[in-house]
């Protein structure tokens, strides 16, 4: 019956937006300003999947993610997380923005910890998954230490393990190598990479960067004045190398491509 696999389709998807539009609202004087945001999204991100969300400042990509976090509701439009309808936030989605925002009187442990314990997790079960999360990250070392105590690039790593620590099926990340220099970037990205490869999740990254996209994606999503522009495949084989991407002829196309999408 074509209901029943329509019905199937939806609720197989990790991430499922149907014609989303936010529409912010803001008092100036005695007039209203308001900012079309999104102007009917449409994306789909699938089990396992790992899609890049691309697009010039402004165009709405940081709204999309807040709007599947469930930190934002949307003016119109359905958001589905595995099947289930977003009505705020939840811990079948973990969230990475460009700052961790750590606790800094707490340490390392006891970030990942509180985290676990605000989102309802089993005392017994807090301190090993904040010691797993810990060690995925490579930051086993640095448990009991303070905030203050490392640098951007391992404090970005606890945000990051703070969200895997969730076990959530979706993982959100708004840019969250932005604020890092470039070598650490890098070596973040090759982070990512090998916890992906490990512990697959269904993520959606936001990046200004087109080599970020391309390094780390299966698919880019080009947005553009708050609609989706352009939804490509990225059929490279994986592991990736930077190299790579400048010397192989199709991923300099696929590039290229991507680059006159913004
Ligand atoms: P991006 O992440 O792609 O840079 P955003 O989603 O942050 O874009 O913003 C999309 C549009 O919505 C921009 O025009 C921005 O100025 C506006 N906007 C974002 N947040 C708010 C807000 N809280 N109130 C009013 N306008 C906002
Ligand atoms: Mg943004």
């Not at 080599?211 to 299966?218: C, H, K, Q, T, V």
């Amino acid at each position: 019956m074509a209901a029943t696999s329509v019905e199937a389709s939806i609720t197989t998807d990790a991430i499922s937006i149907a014609n989303l539009t936010k529409v912010y609202e803001r008092i100036s004087g005695r007039e209203i300003v308001r900012t079309y945001a999104l102007n009917g999204v449409d994306l789909t991100v699938r089990p396992q999947e790992f899609v890049s969300l691309v697009g010039p400042s402004g165009c709405g990509k940081t709204t999309v993610l807040k709007v599947i976090a469930g930190l934002l509701g949307p003016s119109t439009g359905r958001v589905v997380v595995n099947g289930r309808p977003v009505t705020g936030t939840g811990t079948d989605r973990g969230v990475v923005f460009q700052q961790p925002s750590l606790l800094p009187w707490r340490t390392v442990r006891q970030n990942i910890i509180e985290s676990l314990s605000f989102a309802g997790i089993p005392r017994a079960q807090r301190k090993p998954r904040a010691d797993k999360y810990l060690e995925l990250v490579g930051l086993t070392g640095f448990v009991d230490h303070y905030p203050g105590e490392l640098s951007g690039g391992m404090q970005q790593r606890v945000g990051i393990a703070r969200a895997l620590a969730l076990e959530p099926q979706v993982l959100l990340m708004d840019e969250p190598f932005g604020a890092l220099d470039a070598i650490t970037r890098q070596h973040m990205q090759a982070e990512l990479m090998r916890i992906w490869s490990q512990e697959k999740r269904s993520v959606l990254f936001v990046t200004h960067s087109i080599e970020e996209a391309l390094l780390l994606s299966d698919r880019v999503v080009v947005m553009a004045d708050g609609k989706v522009r352009a939804d490509v495949d990225v059929p490279i084989d994986r592991p990736r190398s930077r190299a790579e991407l400048i010397n192989d002829p199709a991923a300099r196309d696929l590039r290229t491509r991507l680059e006159e999408l913004l």
